[in-house]
């Protein structure tokens, strides 16, 4: 199936692993030009070489979203860069799960903030494009209370009411928003292997809560925020797509 995303034009936060380097390389894939942000300059050149290897028109900055001004700038130099900004997804979360007002205040200006303004910034290219989207990565945890449902749950839950509120109010100018809640996702360095490996407990807690007998992949969550991205789903916003193989038990009405 032809998506209709060649050609289009993409941010996404957090863009160098797990998740977010997923939706980075299916959006690539379906031919759309893909600028992606992550804090270390390092996994930023090794992930723009490899992707530019396989012919996918990538680019890339090290920077900290917690800082408005430096991810102010690098939507307008991308916006400009590239002629415009189709489609918007904030992926990048603090992971400041615990006690604490320090993981407070980390979960507001990085899971919720750096949405919020990072919108903001795009919003004049959204409106001057013809299929505009915006995406927030948010999780089952703010849809449900489990181990994070400090700061972590409730940010979370915010991101989707922001959406939610983004897709009425902004319907009229024919931009798209949505959210995407994952459930346990494994990967390389994720957060999932470090409990596997450093409390076994806890892993093994999780794991027999998912009924298909296995964590989520990157991959499984990047199909659902390129999906939503997609033209295609142009009647689709203000939702919260949740990718959790029914670990979750509520009924979302």
């Not at 994070?148 to 897709?167: C, E, T």
């Not at 292997?193 to 009924?211: C, D, F, K, V, Y």
Request: include cysteine; hydrophobic fraction near 45%; charge should be negative.
């Amino acid at each position: 199936m032809d998506l209709q995303l060649t050609g289009r034009k993409a941010l996404v936060t957090g863009g160098t692993r797990g998740i977010g380097a997923a939706i980075v390389e299916m959006l690539a894939a379906e031919g759309v030009r893909v600028a992606f942000c992550a804090r270390s300059e390092e996994e930023i050149l090794a992930r723009v070489d490899l992707l530019g290897g396989k012919g996918y028109d990538v680019a890339g900055r090290a920077l900290d979203v917690g800082d408005g001004e430096a991810l102010a700038a690098w939507v307008a130099d991308e916006a400009a860069e590239a002629g415009g900004i189709d489609i918007v997804v904030a992926n990048v979360s603090a992971l400041a799960i615990g006690p604490g007002e320090e993981n407070w205040k980390a979960s507001f200006e990085v899971d919720l903030m750096h949405t919020v303004r990072m919108v903001e910034a795009a919003m004049p290219h959204l409106e001057a494009s013809d299929a505009a989207s915006v995406i927030a990565v948010s999780s089952v945890s703010g849809r449900e209370i489990d181990f994070a449902d400090g700061s972590y749950g409730v940010m979370k839950a915010a991101l989707v009411h922001y959406v939610s509120g983004l897709a009425l109010d902004l319907a009229p100018k024919g931009i798209r928003a949505n959210a995407v809640s994952p459930g346990n996702t494994y990967f390389d360095g994720g957060v999932w292997q470090g409990i596997e490996q450093g409390n076994p407990e806890l892993w093994s807690t999780a794991l027999g809560l998912n009924p298909t007998g296995r964590m989520g992949t990157p991959e499984e969550v990047a199909y659902a925020v390129v999906m939503l991205a997609s033209p295609l789903a142009s009647r689709i916003s203000g939702t919260n797509l949740v990718v959790d193989g029914a670990l979750t038990r509520g009924v979302q009405l």
